[in-house]
Each structure stands twice: as structure tokens, then as C-alpha cells.
């Protein structure tokens, strides 16, 4: 099977490069894994930011987490990528998250349309 390329939606790839070393290194080896299609060694699913949404958890001391959708043929989208300073998931995260789901469900419904 061909590794799926990733596409980083919004500002999720600066994001990803803000984190420490330590972290962007086992996100880089945690979304790998997802384009080999394996699952990432620690995440859950995200229904609350949409269907298909799957967020990873880093844990380096700080934790940080990613979030990406991998049911599309062809991409894994990152959509998301933060530091987690709270138990529970700021509302201002999921909503970002969701607003970039919803773009990128427009897009390709779009690009589809023009096929």
C-alpha cells in the first residue's frame, strides 16, 4: 500500500512546528504511522469535531495534541495542532477543528462537482 500524502489545512503545520523538538518529533513519527496506515500509539476519536476525526495525544511533560481525518483516498488531512493546558479541551480548539472540517468538506464537494 502507498504511503498517503499528508495536507495540513489552515495554520495546522506552524502550529506543529511551534511544538518543542521533543514533541513535533513523535508527531512527525505518530502521522507517519497513520500513512502506513497503522493507528498513532496514543489517540481517540473526535465526534465531537466531526466524523472520522481522530486526535492524537503527545505527552512530553506538556501535552499536545493533533488532530486529523485519514477516511478521505487521497490525503490524510491534518486539521489541527496545539498545546493542551487544560483536562478538557477548550471550546475555542473544537471549534476551530470544526470550522476546518466543514471548509474541507465544501472543497472537495466542490472539486467533485467540477469532475
Known amino acids: 500500500m502507498p504511503i498517503k ?3 495540513w489545512l ?8 511551534a511544538f518543542p523538538e521533543e514533541a513535533r518529533r513523535q ?3 505518530e ?3 497513520v500513512q502506513n496506515g497503522l493507528a498513532p500509539s496514543d489517540w481517540k ?3 465531537s469535531v466531526g466524523t472520522g476525526v481522530i486526535e492524537i495525544r503527545i505527552d512530553v511533560g506538556t501535552a499536545y495534541r493533533v488532530f486529523y ?17 487544560t483536562q ?8 476551530l477543528a470544526k470550522k ?3 471548509d474541507l468538506k465544501r472543497v472537495r464537494l466542490q472539486r467533485r462537482k467540477k469532475k
Open 69 to 85: 481525518v485519514a477516511k478521505f483516498p487521497e490525503a490524510i488531512y491534518v486539521i489541527h495542532g496545539f498545546e493542551k493546558r
Open 88 to 95: 478538557q479541551t477548550p471550546r475555542a480548539e473544537i471549534d
Open 100 to 102: 476546518r472540517v466543514s
Open 31 to 33: 502521522l507517519f504511522q
Open 45 to 47: 476519536p473526535m465526534a
Open 10 to 17: 489552515g495554520s495546522s503545520l506552524e502550529d506543529v512546528r
Open 5 to 7: 500524502p499528508l495536507r
Open 27 to 29: 508527531t512527525g513519527y
